[in-house]
């Protein structure tokens, strides 16, 4: 059945703004071959000329962005092997996923024209939503921002509730971009120190589509994949009731009316239409205290990095004017690649058109049981402190740059660790630990409202935020860093061995 909608799309008239929106896309699955509890996949990093929101861009992906979604089951043994057909090296990090860090490994490079294999077993009890992106120090924002990432999706016995089943799932992978004209342009000075933002907002690659649900219920599996940007998602006229955070589903739903998603960040929701009718899904202003490259810049970078991103400018732009947070910039009759930072503005990201009429299905009344981590037991409590000497673009941990010859932190195989995460700067870090997923303690001062696995968890401005580490399963070296990929190009990242 064509609607309305699909025909005037697909003769193109294009022009009818009303008659614009882009259905909702969902990225492809990425084919396996399934036998005996094994799974086969092969995953290739290349360069890619695609078509994003009807302009030409040059990127490099994962074949297609966002890049296939990799569907696991929890138990199953998997043999990815990893490609490199891009002119440069790079490697896969499965963001998330509790596998032996010898298998994934930050530090082990993939040679232009060379292959990996990536060996490991799904564990139990990790249903959830993960992703895969390169992790190349230096090069990690660039990468990143170009298209590299795929979501990596584990399935388990509890996808089975029929509150879960009945749901209509979808995968919302959100990123911004900048072009100029159908190229990536480089990275300014003020790109390392801030992060790169763009003012083309995208979902699954789509501007502004339009989800038309078949069903009243709606799981969401939401990833944000954005370099810098942070989203502070509401769903206009409903609330979000979170089922699962980055490492997989909570006790039970917890009722949020927006939920705020940090680079590196994953969540699933489910909404629950209750009236018929359109419904954006928004993303809410947020702070995250980037610098003003616009006026209120302090004059720290000198005239270097406006150069650069002014010189740049490409005119006509996007076309996308009225919904990239280009502040004053726009007013110059310039628009450069790299947007105004500071206080996003309201974007809407999403329209859900519901059903007629409407009947979601009850919310589960219980979840998957989430371990209660003994804190009173732990073998050690560290302080990590974030730092920066923002003109140089520097960025410290414990007053140290990333050294991948240095050990930062040395533990004990089997213990569990209270680290205390201190965000000495003037803007928000995501933390990252590779791994070993942790539970949050308190965040300045205050217990944490649910117990939820995370692996990435977001630091305020002058805030602490206390998290329970248990270091089990597997020994090796591993990494913690920003997940606001700047920042760890540019030496937010430390060494963890554990032994
Ligand atoms: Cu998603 Cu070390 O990163
Ligand atoms: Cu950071």
Request: proline share 8%; net charge neutral.
């Given at each position: 059945?064509?609607?309305?909608?699909?025909?005037?799309?697909?003769?193109?008239?294009?022009?009818?703004?009303?008659?614009?929106?882009?259905?909702?896309?969902?990225?492809r699955a990425l084919e396996v071959l399934r036998a005996d509890g094994v799974v086969e996949a092969q995953i290739t990093a290349r360069q890619s000329n695609l078509t994003l929101s009807g302009r030409p861009a040059r990127l490099m992906t994962y074949g297609g962005f966002p890049g296939p979604t990799l569907r696991l089951r929890e138990g199953e043994t998997v043999r990815l092997n990893f490609t490199n057909n891009l002119p440069e090296a790079t490697n896969l990090h499965l963001h998330g996923l509790h596998v032996p860090a010898s298998v994934d490994d930050p530090l082990a490079l993939v040679q232009p024209g060379e292959s990996r294999l990536y060996e490991f077993t799904v564990p139990r009890g990790s249903a959830g939503t993960y992703w895969y992106h390169p992790h190349v120090h230096g090069r990690?924002?660039?990468?990143?921002y170009a298209g590299l990432a795929g979501l990596l999706v584990v399935e388990g016995p509890l996808d089975a509730l029929p509150e879960l089943k009945g749901a209509e799932e979808h995968v919302l992978v959100l990123k911004d971009w900048a072009f100029s004209g159908d190229r990536i342009p480089a990275w300014t000075p003020m790109d390392w120190m801030n992060g790169r933002e763009g003012n083309l907002l995208t979902v699954n690659a789509a501007v502004r589509p339009t989800l038309r649900a078949q069903k009243a219920t709606l799981r969401l599996r939401l990833l944000n994949a954005s370099n810098a940007r942070y989203y502070r998602l509401a769903l206009e006229n409903h609330p979000l009731y979170l089922i699962a955070t980055d490492g997989g589903l909570l006790?039970?739903?917890?009722e949020l009316s927006e939920l705020l998603l940090a680079p590196g960040e994953r969540a699933e929701v489910l909404v629950r239409l209750s009236r018929p009718g359109n419904h954006r899904l928004q993303a809410l202003p947020y702070d995250r205290g980037a610098m003003m490259t616009h006026g209120g810049t302090n004059g720290m970078m000198g005239d270097?990095?406006?150069?650069?991103?002014?010189?740049?400018?490409?005119?006509?732009?996007?076309?996308?004017?009225?919904?990239?947070g280009m502040g004053g910039m726009g007013d110059t009759g310039m628009m450069g690649p790299m947007p105004v930072m500071g206080p996003t503005r309201l974007e809407t990201l999403l329209t859900v058109v519901a059903p007629a009429s409407p009947k979601p299905l009850p919310l589960p009344a219980s979840l998957a049981p989430v371990e209660r981590l003994e804190p009173a037991r732990a073998a050690a409590t560290r302080r990590l402190v974030l730092g920066e000497r923002m003109a140089q673009a520097e960025f410290f941990i414990n007053d140290r740059m990333f050294d991948p010859g240095r050990v930062d932190i040395r533990a004990k195989l089997g213990?569990?660790?209270?680290?205390?995460?201190?965000?000495?700067?003037d803007m928000d870090h995501p933390f990252h630990l590779h791994t070993y997923p942790f539970q949050v303690l308190s965040r300045g001062g205050k217990p944490a409202p649910y117990r939820a696995w995370k692996d990435t968890v977001n630091l305020r401005k002058d805030e602490t935020v206390r998290i329970a580490v248990p270091l089990r399963d597997f020994g090796g070296v591993t990494v913690y860093h920003c997940h606001l990929v700047e920042h760890e190009d540019r030496g937010m990242m430390g060494v963890l061995e554990v032994r």
């Amino acid at each position: 059945k064509y609607g309305a909608l699909g025909l005037v799309g697909g003769y193109g008239l294009s022009r009818l703004p009303a008659l614009a929106q882009p259905s909702f896309p969902q990225p492809r699955a990425l084919e396996v071959l399934r036998a005996d509890g094994v799974v086969e996949a092969q995953i290739t990093a290349r360069q890619s000329n695609l078509t994003l929101s009807g302009r030409p861009a040059r990127l490099m992906t994962y074949g297609g962005f966002p890049g296939p979604t990799l569907r696991l089951r929890e138990g199953e043994t998997v043999r990815l092997n990893f490609t490199n057909n891009l002119p440069e090296a790079t490697n896969l990090h499965l963001h998330g996923l509790h596998v032996p860090a010898s298998v994934d490994d930050p530090l082990a490079l993939v040679q232009p024209g060379e292959s990996r294999l990536y060996e490991f077993t799904v564990p139990r009890g990790s249903a959830g939503t993960y992703w895969y992106h390169p992790h190349v120090h230096g090069r990690v924002a660039p990468q990143l921002y170009a298209g590299l990432a795929g979501l990596l999706v584990v399935e388990g016995p509890l996808d089975a509730l029929p509150e879960l089943k009945g749901a209509e799932e979808h995968v919302l992978v959100l990123k911004d971009w900048a072009f100029s004209g159908d190229r990536i342009p480089a990275w300014t000075p003020m790109d390392w120190m801030n992060g790169r933002e763009g003012n083309l907002l995208t979902v699954n690659a789509a501007v502004r589509p339009t989800l038309r649900a078949q069903k009243a219920t709606l799981r969401l599996r939401l990833l944000n994949a954005s370099n810098a940007r942070y989203y502070r998602l509401a769903l206009e006229n409903h609330p979000l009731y979170l089922i699962a955070t980055d490492g997989g589903l909570l006790e039970k739903p917890v009722e949020l009316s927006e939920l705020l998603l940090a680079p590196g960040e994953r969540a699933e929701v489910l909404v629950r239409l209750s009236r018929p009718g359109n419904h954006r899904l928004q993303a809410l202003p947020y702070d995250r205290g980037a610098m003003m490259t616009h006026g209120g810049t302090n004059g720290m970078m000198g005239d270097q990095g406006m150069g650069q991103g002014m010189g740049q400018g490409m005119g006509q732009g996007m076309g996308m004017m009225d919904h990239g947070g280009m502040g004053g910039m726009g007013d110059t009759g310039m628009m450069g690649p790299m947007p105004v930072m500071g206080p996003t503005r309201l974007e809407t990201l999403l329209t859900v058109v519901a059903p007629a009429s409407p009947k979601p299905l009850p919310l589960p009344a219980s979840l998957a049981p989430v371990e209660r981590l003994e804190p009173a037991r732990a073998a050690a409590t560290r302080r990590l402190v974030l730092g920066e000497r923002m003109a140089q673009a520097e960025f410290f941990i414990n007053d140290r740059m990333f050294d991948p010859g240095r050990v930062d932190i040395r533990a004990k195989l089997g213990t569990l660790e209270v680290w205390e995460l201190v965000n000495k700067t003037d803007m928000d870090h995501p933390f990252h630990l590779h791994t070993y997923p942790f539970q949050v303690l308190s965040r300045g001062g205050k217990p944490a409202p649910y117990r939820a696995w995370k692996d990435t968890v977001n630091l305020r401005k002058d805030e602490t935020v206390r998290i329970a580490v248990p270091l089990r399963d597997f020994g090796g070296v591993t990494v913690y860093h920003c997940h606001l990929v700047e920042h760890e190009d540019r030496g937010m990242m430390g060494v963890l061995e554990v032994r």
